[in-house]
């Protein structure tokens, strides 16, 4: 399967409202806030349940000062499952970006490196070469 983000138009997604994705059978799952803090918030898939979640979490912080300064942003996917013993399992994928505020780093450098990542990751065999070890 080969996914290509670029091709979206993301513009009229307000973050300020429940978000609807779509996973890999193209099955949507809503994404309502559940808890907001001073660094961001936490989503939960309405479709699971709070013993066995998916999360979606959007954080945001600062580092640096002046010209050092660094904007850090991490997306934050978790699911939580329980196998037949009663043991929970969370799996986690995380995007991390950190956007230095100098000036010298465009927002379309940014977009580029996210939309090459998801091309990345999508190419059908790589996600599965490196959850083996590959690298």
Do not use: C
């Not at 997306?75 to 969370?90: C, E, I, L």
């Not at 379309?108 to 996210?114: F, R």
């Amino acid at each position: 399967m080969r996914i290509t983000a670029h091709t979206k138009d993301w513009s009229s997604m307000s973050l300020s409202s429940s978000i609807t994705l779509h996973d890999a059978a193209a099955v949507a799952h809503t994404f309502v806030t559940t808890k907001v803090t001073t660094d961001g918030t936490d989503r939960f898939d309405a479709a699971t349940t709070l013993a066995n979640p998916t999360i979606l979490s959007i954080k945001g912080s600062l580092s640096g000062k002046g010209v050092d300064a660094v904007d850090r942003k991490l997306v934050s996917f978790s699911r939580t499952k329980t196998d037949g013993n009663g043991k929970q399992a969370t799996t986690v994928v995380n995007f991390t970006f950190a956007l230095p505020r100098s000036g010298v780093v465009l927002g379309s450098d940014s977009h580029d490196m996210y939309v090459m990542g998801i091309e990345f990751l999508s190419t059908s065999g790589v996600l599965d070469a490196i959850l083996r070890g590959e690298s």
